[in-house]
Antibody, heavy 122, light 111 residues
Framework: QVQLVESGGGVVQPGRSLRLSCTAS????????MHWVRQAPGKGLEWVAV????????NYADSVKGRFTISRDKSKNTLYLQMNSLRAEDTAVYYC???????????????WGQGTLVTVSS | QSALTQPASVSGSPGQSITISCTGT?????????VSWYQQYPGKAPKLMIF???NRPSGVSNRFSGSKSGNTASLTISGLQAEDEAEYYC???????????FGGGTKLTVL
């Protein structure tokens, strides 16, 4: 069965960096686009970034553009999110999500990880 | 402030039907048939319920249905059950730099 397991969250000071990982199993990782979606405590969902199945295309939300970098390693079945210049407003649970193959644009998500909490605080 | 507008809460009794609206613009909901709906229980990851406006993934109950008119999409849940009590989020493809936008979420209470 499909599994997505995030790791790398924790408490970090403003201005510092953190890298999140998402290890995938149960499907052919290199066939699907992958996304990061976050949810601030008690708030709604916010899309963060997407990477195409082969890593050639990436898109970011305006709120993280220039600070966050999404990447993937086919050999490790792993998705990454490098987060630099972190701000208090980046505090959230970060989910990795698989693009559903049956969605025309690939912007719907059929499997999600359990999430990893990132807290930006001094 | 979320990109898409949803009511903060809706409620209904078991067996009734409810509809949750999601209003966007011509750059997202109005311009494309790429609206999705997610169900989220507290402390859990979201679950895809509807994609591309009105399609249900395999395994999702046919009590859930989606539609769209102009810049507003809707999720209807018929034959409400206690297990439907959850938060519901709409999302849409958006043209421009931010590829995906979400609504602020709607808390469904089954009375």
């Amino acid at each position: 069965q499909v599994q997505l397991v995030e790791s790398g969250g924790g408490v970090v000071q403003p201005g510092r960096s953190l890298r999140l990982s998402c290890t995938a199993s149960g499907f052919t990782f290199s066939d699907y686009g992958m996304h990061w979606v976050r949810q601030a405590p008690g708030k709604g969902l916010e899309w963060v970034a997407v990477i195409s199945y082969d890593g050639s295309k990436k898109n970011y939300a305006d709120s993280v553009k220039g600070r966050f970098t999404i990447s993937r390693d086919k050999s490790k079945n792993t998705l990454y999110l490098q987060m630099n210049s972190l701000r208090a407003e980046d505090t959230a649970v970060y989910y990795c999500a698989k693009a559903a193959g049956y969605c025309i644009t690939g912007v719907c998500f059929d499997y999600w990880g359990q999430g990893t909490l990132v807290t930006v605080s001094s | 402030q979320s990109a898409l507008t949803q009511p903060a809460s809706v409620s209904g009794s078991p067996g009734q039907s409810i509809t949750i609206s999601c209003t966007g613009t011509s750059s997202d909901i109005g311009g494309y048939n790429y609206v999705s709906w997610y169900q989220q229980y507290p402390g859990k990851a979201p679950k895809l319920m509807i994609f591309d406006v009105s399609n249900r993934p395999s395994g999702v109950s046919n009590r859930f249905s989606g539609s769209k008119s102009g810049n507003t999409a809707s999720l209807t849940i018929s034959g409400l059950q206690a297990e439907d009590e959850a938060e519901y989020y709409c999302s849409s493809y958006r043209s421009g730099s931010t590829l995906v936008v979400f609504g602020g979420g709607t808390k469904l209470t089954v009375l």
